[in-house]
T-cell receptor
Framework: EDQVTQSPEALRLQEGESSSLNCSYT??????LFWYRQDPGKGPEFLFT???AGEEKEKERLKATLTKKESFLHITAPKPEDSATYLC??????????FGAGTTVTVRA | GAGVSQSPRYKVAKRGQDVALRCDPI?????LFWYQQALGQGPEFLTY????????KSGLPSDRFFAERPEGSVSTLKIQRTQQEDSAVYLC?????????FGSGTRLTVV
């Protein structure tokens, strides 16, 4: 059974204070690892898909990396508008996404 | 439409009541998914449609849950005899060339 564990559960940052979120996974046959952002009362919003170990993707202040066992989401010089819950999900040999519980990031001005 | 539309946004049901949740996917999205998200948790897979065919319903928690997509577009998730443990956000997602697109969900509260 696919397992996705995210840490920490919550992260409080000062504006400009860079940090990283971790997503550890166990899956048989990874087709893709996804990062989503979820704001309160909204559905998950797509950020990145990573397909193979060593791959990296960037978007504004966010950078996602992937190894064979985990993925990191690096937030560089965060701003208050980066406050959200960040979800990691894996897709194995079918169409389902298996999600972690998320990391709630709060960035204070 | 431009995005996945779900209605109602909020639903309060008395225990034992039946509810129906609607999902209007992006036009042309053949694949449609329902997920359940409990408070403080990530979404969990419920069921999957390809056009009007329900290809996987392995995530439905009990036989009180039923989903349909009769014409391959709009989908309805029905929960019969609601229980308190059914309280959650129900998310609908479509799969297109750009990946999965989620709706904003329906927050169901069973009292």
């Amino acid at each position: 059974e696919d397992q996705v564990t995210q840490s920490p559960e919550a992260l409080r940052l000062q504006e400009g204070e860079s940090s990283s979120l971790n997503c550890s996974y166990t899956v048989s046959g990874l087709r893709g690892l996804f990062w989503y952002r979820q704001d309160p009362g909204k559905g998950p919003e797509f950020l990145f898909t990573l397909y193979s170990a060593g791959e990296e993707k960037e978007k504004e202040r966010l950078k996602a990396t992937l190894t064979k066992k985990e993925s990191f989401l690096h937030i560089t010089a965060p701003k208050p508008e980066d406050s959200a819950t960040y979800l990691c999900a894996v897709q194995a040999n079918d169409y389902k996404l298996s999600f972690g519980a998320g990391t709630t990031v709060t960035v204070r001005a | 439409g431009a995005g996945v539309s779900q209605s109602p946004r909020y639903k309060v049901a008395k225990r034992g009541q039946d509810v129906a949740l609607r999902c209007d996917p992006i036009s042309g999205h053949v694949s449609l998914f329902w997920y359940q998200q409990a408070l403080g948790q990530g979404p969990e897979f419920l069921t999957y449609f390809q056009n009007e065919a329900q290809l996987d319903k392995s995530g439905l928690p009990s036989d009180r849950f039923f989903a349909e997509r009769p014409e391959g577009s709009v989908s309805t998730l029905k929960i019969q005899r609601t229980q308190q443990e059914d309280s959650a956000v129900y998310l609908c997602a479509g799969l297109g060339d750009g990946g999965y697109t989620f709706g904003s969900g329906t927050r169901l509260t069973v009292v």
